[in-house]
């Protein structure tokens, strides 16, 4: 995994740095039958639980998704991100910031943590004309900044014009999303808490029904070796 996949100073014409946010990618060779998948979140937390939250991003056998979730809107218009109410809107009882600070038991531990991405998933069996899925920054993170989305896309821009988040389609030969934020406002944003990106995923190999799996896979999988990770503190 490329330091400037998760930490770029650049992207297009965009200077930074920049933080990646939240990413999910997969790509697969057809004629050799092999996969691998990479899920990226940044997660922010407060350094008292720092070292345990490292030590099981670390030393879990197969990390889950528990690190990863981030919450979704399936009916939310895309032009109402992220001023409308109805973008990011809890259930009763709980406030827009409760979306993002889950505290899921994770190996024991009650670990807190904050995360900087949203999911727009609208479903688009919906419409013929809006196939689009993107992540954009959690509604906590852009009503921080007064954060507004560019016209016709999820990029999100400062009052004066400062461009804060992009979001992109996954490379050439890739599937999936990836949003960006610029460093120093997740920095700000952060204030004394730690900004952790934590990456993993699985190598795998893909068969024909009913083939079965050769016993060397079998092994592999059972074992956890295929799954790779990466952890990296900003």
Sequence with gaps: MPNDLVAPSRLNDEKGPWILAHAEMSIEDVTTGRRTFGLFNTLLVEQSHLDALLHEMESEGHPGRDLIEVPSDYYVFAGEIPWHGR?????PGYTVADLYKEEPWIGRRDLHFEVLAHRFAWEPHHSPFNKATAYVPSRTFSEAFDLR???????????????????????????GNLLYLRADLVRTYATDRAI??????????????PEEPPEWARRTYSANRNVWRRVIQH
């Design 87 to 91: 973008f990011a809107r809890p259930e």
């Design 149 to 175: 989305s560019r016209p016709n896309g999820f990029d999100q821009v400062e009052p004066s014009g400062g461009v804060a988040a992009l979001p992109f389609s996954a490379p050439s030969g890739f599937d």
């Design 196 to 209: 952790v990106t934590f990456g993993w995923g699985e190598r795998e190999v893909q068969l024909t029904w």
